[in-house]
């Protein structure tokens, strides 16, 4: 099963996508973490990745795509897939549909997590991350058991230089910008399911569940 989880920075796709791909079996492929595990090794794709991301705009199509495409033919992706982030483009969409096409495959189902701009803003400039795990925090609503110490693994916490609120809000015009128009090709495909994302995780993780289950039975 091939399934994307589309959504703005800070609409929680990262946590639900560790939640669901576990409970499913799914290879979670999070394309921000590839850019960040690529600018930690100090790569040229890295560095690449590293001048876009510091501004908040996306990473040329071009790249992105070559990165994905890479990825998705792992050993560990023939269970299925779980995008996370990716695509964000309607030429990103494209190159993957046609991408897939040529296996004879395609993608089964997108799940849309909305949430309004005021809480995407106040998650993305509250937000601390682990260093290790990814596990996400938040200073007013989901502090850490200890101060700066992730709660799963004991990692450190850390915020994401693109975390600030000047970077945030200009990752929010770039989403409104180049990665709503998706909603509308996924939607037009008939394969686009919105869910309410301001419900706690794990509500938001069952309607997600439930609505991949549906799916595998269409
Ligand atoms: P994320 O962790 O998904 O919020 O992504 C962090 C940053 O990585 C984004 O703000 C972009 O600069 C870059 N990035 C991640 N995914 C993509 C993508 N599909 N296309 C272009 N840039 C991306």
Known sequence: MHVILLGAPGAGKGTQAALISQR???AHIASGDLFRQEQASGSELGKIAKSYMEKGLLVPDEVTVKMILGRITAPDCDKGIL???FPRTLEQAKALDEALAKEGKGIDLVLYIKVSNEELLRRLSGRW??????????????QPKVAGKCDQCGGELYQRADDTEETARKRLDVYFAQTMPLIEYYSKAGKLVGTDGEKGIEDVGEDLTTAIAAGIGR
């Open 129 to 142: 991350i682990c260093r290790d795990c990814q596990a996400p925090y938040n200073v007013v609503e989901m």
């Open 83 to 85: 995008l996370d982030g």
């Open 24 to 26: 499913l079996g799914l």
